[in-house]
Every structure is written in C-alpha cells, then in structure tokens.
C-alpha cells in the first residue's frame, strides 16, 4: 500500500512562548495546535493565522480583521460556556490566539443521520447554548456564525458531557467605533436577514442557534438545495418541515421550540435569549424529551433550580453556573438524618428541594424549606472547638440539597464567593432578628 504524502507544512516546535505539542485542526486560512503554557502550567490551543492567508492581496485585509475582532476579546469573555481566549498576538508576518483548550470534538460529527445524538442531549446543550449566547450579547456581541462546526463538545469518560461556543472572529461589536465586515456566517445556519444585509440583533443567533437543534435533531439542515441560489430562496421563503416528520419520537413541543427560533421574521422569533432557554429547560422538566440514559438531575433543572432560591437570588448566571458544577448535589429520602447534634462539621447545605426538620432533644425547634440554610453556624464558628452540631436535621421530605466545604467553596471565583458571603450576611441577619424577637417578644411564638 503507497503511502499518502502530507504536504502540509511541518509542525513547528514553538509559536511564540508556547511549545508546541501538536496540530489539532486546519482550515483555509488557519491552523489550531495543541501547545503548552509553560508559564501558567496549563495546556491551551494556538489558533495561528496562515502566512499565505495574510498576504492575499484581495481578501487579506479580511482576515485581518476577523483576527482583530477576537483579539478584541482577551479575558473579556468569561462564562463556563464560551471559550476563553487568553491572549492575541500580533508580530510580522504573524497572528496568532491563545485559547482554552477544549478536550473533545466539535458537534458538526453529531448532524450526521447515523451519529445523531439522544433528543435530552441535544435539548440539553441547546439550553447551555442559549445561555451562553444570552451572556455574550449582554457584552454587546452578536456571534454572527454560529454552527455545529464553532460549538466544542466537551468529553468526559468517553462520553459528550457539555459545550462550549468558540470562534468569534465573524462577531459583530454594537459598541465598536471602527468599520467592521458584514454579510459573514454560514449559509445553511444564517437568517434571512442576515442574508438580505439588514440589521442584526439578538434574534439572528437565535435562528442560527436553532438551524443547530435542528441539523442535530433530523440529521437535516433546516433548508437543503443543490445550488446556493435555491438554498437563498429556501431560507428566506420556504416553510420549515417540522423534526418530528424526520425523526420519530420528537414531541409536538419540540417542534415549537425548535420552528418558534426558525421563524422567517425576527419579531416572531422569541423575545430574549431567557425566553429561549426557558423553552428549552421546560421540555425536560416536563418530560417532553425521552430521559435515556441521562436519568440524573441534568444541569438545565439544577440551573433553574437555583434561580428559584431566595439564597441566589444576587448571583448572576455565570455565578449560578459556579454553583452548579461546584456544589455537591445529594439527594436523600424521608427521615434521613442529615446532621446530628454534637458531631463535628465541615460543610453546609442549601435546601434545594424539599424541607427538614431541626431537633433538640426529640423536640422540633423549626422547620426550613427550600432555599434555607442547613449547618451554616458550625462552618462559620471562628474556631474547630465551636464547630459543632448544635442540633439533629432530619429530612421531613424527599430532599435534595447543595452542599460546600472549604476546599469546594476555594474553588469559585472570587465574585462568586463575594456572593456567598453577601447571601451569608442575609441570613445571619435574618437569623439575629429572629432571636431578637423571641427574646423581647416571648409571646408571639407561641
């Protein structure tokens, strides 16, 4: 057998600082490696633009300006579903980003009809997806190319766990001062109109974001053709063939969801991108999406969850995501005894769902339901001598609750432990009033 010759150039040893562990992915006019950051000790991925892309005469211009569009970017992007991008450099004869490195593979391998992902799955990421691009045009970014090509798939054990949005150099800035290039993205993802060269706004991503569901759904693009001007025409005039009439067992509110983000207008497309994730979060939580294999509390019902507690109630979504990828999730049934009085303690719980019971003595001292702290006086005692159960906790209810130690709750940011200290403050305020009120007020606690 002859072997194939590569020409492709060989794998340089460093760019820049970075040394280079190998090549992850190539386009027309940029190549990705997989590099090392020795001074951060952390692996990262080195987007390098192609010498030959930069001295085009006709369209290097362009790239530099897609290049510049995410150099803008550096450590202003920072949300658990948007890749990071940690540095831009620019020398002669070289442009190059240095990103966070995502194990794994985009989801373009997943709009295949033979590798079609389980419906909560990509009901699930589609949600991630929502609220990632909902933070990103907070920052006054509008993506302008999202497709199953720029969303990284994120593996754990073998198996696609969570997601990413990555490339912004097509994105449109609305604070920007400077020219920037329009009519950019990809044809079978982009919104009418965005092809008609009208303006963008929110609504734009969202119909490229739901052209994704779809493809991944159906194994389809919303709109085929077998030239560019008849996919033109499709986009902008033709009605979409709902998923459920190319893929069995697709709800009736599947369809909705996913044909409401595909709407020809803007203004029939949902309102905001909560709006959309909300749609998305509803069709698990009310079971219109077969479980499978995914049986535990997914991250869309965690996040909702806690955006229902008054505990969270300051912390924005990037924080709430924190939480829910930090915090220890446990579920316990009827009369488990969370916590007994004298033993020692180390962490806290947050009633997520449910409620429990503190006793003294067999005797019932309050109840706390969701939302409430459970343990918190014993993690906060200034010294391990007071850190101590003062009562027993036992569950009233099936419950499920968060629960931090020191180390889990050193793992947020600092912006989330500001929260966590604010939200503590809160409570032991609450709690203080509470005693006062007892102590002058005997009567009305009868």
């Known amino acids: 057998m002859t072997a194939v010759p590569d020409n492709r150039p060989p794998v340089p040893s460093h760019i820049g600082e970075y040394r280079v562990l190998r090549r992850l992915g190539e386009g027309a006019t940029s190549e990705v490696f997989l590099c090392r950051d020795e001074f951060h000790d952390r692996e990262v991925a080195v987007k390098r633009v192609r010498e030959s892309a930069l001295r085009d005469p006709v369209d290097g211009r362009y790239y530099s300006r897609f290049f510049a569009a995410e150099a803008a970017l550096v450590g202003r992007l920072q949300h658990p579903h948007v890749v990071q991008i940690f540095d831009a450099v620019e020398a002669p004869g070289e442009q190059y980003l240095v990103m966070e490195y995502v194990p794994g593979s985009t989801l373009r391998r997943y709009c295949r009809a033979d590798q079609l992902l389980p419906l909560e799955l990509i009901v699930e990421l589609g949600f991630k997806c929502a609220m ?77 974001l739901g052209a994704v569901l779809y493809h991944l759904v159906t194994g389809h ?3 085929e053709g077998d030239s560019q001007a008849s996919m033109i025409q499709g986009i902008l005039h033709a009605p979409v063939v709902p998923p459920s009439e190319r893929r069995q067992g697709v709800e009736p509110a599947v369809d909705e969801a996913i044909l409401r983000a595909l709407q020809k207008r803007p203004e029939d497309r949902y309102p905001d991108w909560d709006a959309f994730a909300n749609a998305l979060a509803d069709l698990i939580t009310r079971r219109q999406v077969p479980r499978g294999n995914l049986q535990a509390v997914l ?27 930090q915090g220890r999730w446990q579920r316990y049934s009827v009369g488990h005894r969370l916590m007994r009085r004298g033993e020692k303690g180390r962490d806290f719980h947050i009633v ?10 067999g005797q019932r001292v309050e109840t706390l339901s969701a939302g409430m702290l459970v343990g918190e006086m014993a993690y906060l ?11 027993d906790v036992v569950a009233l209810d099936p419950l499920t609750t968060i629960s931090f130690t020191p180390e889990t709750l050193g793992q947020l940011s600092l912006a ?31």
């Open 352 to 361: 997520a769902q449910g409620a429990v019971d503190v006793q003294r003595d």
């Open 221 to 223: 693009a919303p709109v």
């Open 381 to 391: 005692a200034p010294s391990r001598e007071l850190r101590l159960r003062s009562a």
């Open 299 to 325: 991250d869309s019902e965690r996040f909702n969850l806690l955006r229902q507690l008054d505990f969270f109630a300051k912390f924005d979504d990037v924080e709430l995501w924190e939480v829910v990828h």
């Open 416 to 446: 989330c432990r500001g929260r966590f200290n604010e939200a503590f403050i809160g409570v032991l305020v609450r709690r203080l009033h509470a005693a006062h009120e007892a102590l002058s007020h005997p009567q009305r606690i009868l």
């Open 132 to 208: 990632a691009l909902g933070y990103v045009f907070r920052q006054g970014l509008i993506h302008r190319d999202i497709k199953p090509a720029n969303l990284l798939g994120v593996e754990s054990g073998g198996h696609l766990t969570d997601v990413k949005v990555s490339d912004f150099g097509s994105a449109l800035n609305l604070g920007a001062d400077t020219t920037q290039v329009h009519r950019v993205g990809s044809l079978t993802y982009m919104s009418p109109e965005q092809l008609d060269g009208g303006a963008l706004n929110a609504q734009s991503d969202m119909y490229a």
